[in-house]
């Protein structure tokens, strides 16, 4: 598995787009700088969706600010998504097998099973406590872990330009 990972990680090195993005003087920096407004859009979304879960503006219906929030943690998510893989294909035979790098991944993947168990079960009685209620101790553990989750992540992110 690991020889397949590197082997893939070595065309991905290779290729035309790959080269671009280590030779152009602006393609880099564009795509680092949407990097950041993608993850501000997702984690900024869900932090607020989280705080409302801890309590914070309780008068606002929790649905109300799913509404609005989802879709900008989903284009947030989709354009740090897209811009993360163009910036691993500048150096992607070491920063793919990079420690920090995966450990990034990973706990991405975590946030999403994070998302999956609140919205498929914890959310279940939303009814209940969507506003002027507090939470339950469910909701407010997705939310404590979430907001630790995106943090690891976004210091991660930051470390791979350093250790990566």
Not at 37 to 61: E, H, K, M
Not at 124 to 134: F, P
Request: proline fraction near 4%; include cysteine.
């Amino acid at each position: 598995m690991r020889e397949a990972w590197t082997a893939w990680l070595g065309w991905l090195h290779a290729t035309p787009l790959a080269l671009a993005m280590r030779q152009s003087e602006w393609l880099y920096p564009t795509v680092e700088i949407l990097h950041i407004l993608g993850f501000c859009a997702l984690v900024g979304a869900a932090a607020l969706f989280d705080l409302r879960l801890l309590g914070v503006s309780r008068q606002i219906p929790v649905q109300q600010m799913a509404a609005h929030l989802l879709p900008v943690a989903w284009a947030g998510f989709a354009l740090a998504a897209l811009s993360g893989f163009l910036l691993l294909l500048s150096d992607a035979k070491s920063i793919g097998v990079s420690p920090i790098f995966l450990s990034k991944l990973a706990l991405i993947g975590l946030a999403g099973v994070n998302a999956l168990i609140f919205h498929t079960r914890t959310a279940r009685g939303l009814q209940a406590w969507n506003q002027h209620v507090h939470p339950p101790l469910a909701a407010k553990l997705n939310a404590l872990f979430s907001l630790g989750v995106w943090t690891a992540v976004i210091a991660l992110g930051r470390l791979i330009a350093y250790y990566g």
